[in-house]
């Protein structure tokens, strides 16, 4: 390892299992200081038992490096600055704030219950929203008394934030909400040195297992690259966490295998102006005329 992050603190939320731990265990391994937060729930986000997170920060310890745990509710105001106050307490300081906490709870439309809706989008928006805001707030101050702080934050979206995905109607909304999150984050904070990035990645996961269960290697194959392993994506994550990330901010990248993409959102395509107002019937026809120069959108995942 080369200690990129050596010196640095970061938090790291949903780190009990899959991308998360993936995440604190690269962290620490740079050389970073990990505070590791998860609730510990269950896939859907019901009451789940033991505590992930302290499992966790005793592997990071087991293997020379620091860290604690942290089991609030980061969907909470108090949950959210316990977490940056942990850091501060524990360390003294805070360099970079990892969004990833989140659960499933997939219905097609007609049958997604409003509490479903409610919860999914809690956990990933609020629970993103949140300990950015708190985090965002400690590093103002530090501008402002002119500590400019290196700060680093690295969201968690989707591809089914970017392109939607049939049966996760609420996951695809939340999703797509922290992309948006993520860039007006990037155009408020980068005065007080704060950096904004999201990622959008592809692995194995609680939420994602019997999805990616056939990409696992063989038996026999102890060698062979598991390509959908939640390490994969950790490296772009500890990159964006550390100082070295210097300048790369507003941006969507996603995260797969050995994969690393520059995701570039919506751009103005073909367009008509006719300098006054369109009849319907005159919108209806340029617009297919437009349509039919435009880029043919990316498929839904899962539409037939």
């Not at 509710?73 to 524990?90: E, K, M, R, Y």
Request: proline letters at 4%; aromatic letters at 4%.
């Amino acid at each position: 390892m080369t200690g990129l992050c050596a010196g640095r603190v970061a938090v790291v939320t949903g780190a009990g299992r899959g991308l998360g731990r993936a995440h604190a265990l690269a962290l620490a391994a740079e050389g970073a200081k990990v505070v590791v937060n998860d609730l510990g729930v269950a896939l859907d986000g019901a009451a789940g038992q033991g505590s992930p997170a302290q499992e966790v920060a005793d592997e990071i310890r087991a293997l020379g490096g620091e860290a604690v745990a942290h089991g609030g509710d980061i969907a909470t105001t108090d949950g959210a600055a316990s977490l940056v106050t942990t850091a501060l307490d524990t360390y003294g300081r805070l360099d970079a704030l990892v969004n990833n906490a989140g659960f499933l709870r997939d219905r097609m439309l007609i049958n997604l219950d409003e509490d479903d809706w409610d919860a999914v989008l809690r956990v990933h928006l609020k629970g993103h929203f949140l300990p950015l805001r708190h985090a965002a707030a400690h590093w103002r101050a530090e501008a402002k008394a002119g500590r400019s702080p290196a700060a680093r934050v690295v969201n968690t979206s989707s591809g089914a934030g970017l392109l939607g995905s049939v049966g996760q109607g609420n996951y695809s909304a939340a999703k797509a909400g922290i992309v948006g999150l993520t860039l007006v984050a990037a155009a408020e904070l980068g005065r007080y040195g704060i950096q904004v990035n999201a990622i959008a990645p592809a692995a194995r996961t609680r939420m994602t297992e019997r999805t990616f269960a056939e990409t696992m290697a063989a038996p026999g194959e102890a060698d062979a690259f598991d390509a959908m392993a939640p390490e994969n994506v950790s490296p772009l994550v500890v990159w964006l966490a550390s100082a070295d990330s210097a300048g790369v901010t507003g941006r969507v990248f996603e995260a797969e295998a050995g994969r690393i993409t520059v995701m570039e959102g919506w751009r103005p395509g073909p367009t008509a102006d006719k300098g006054a107002r369109w009849t319907p019937a005159e919108a209806g026809e340029v617009t297919r005329k437009l349509l039919a120069a435009a880029e043919p959108p990316r498929p839904v995942y899962g539409a037939s």
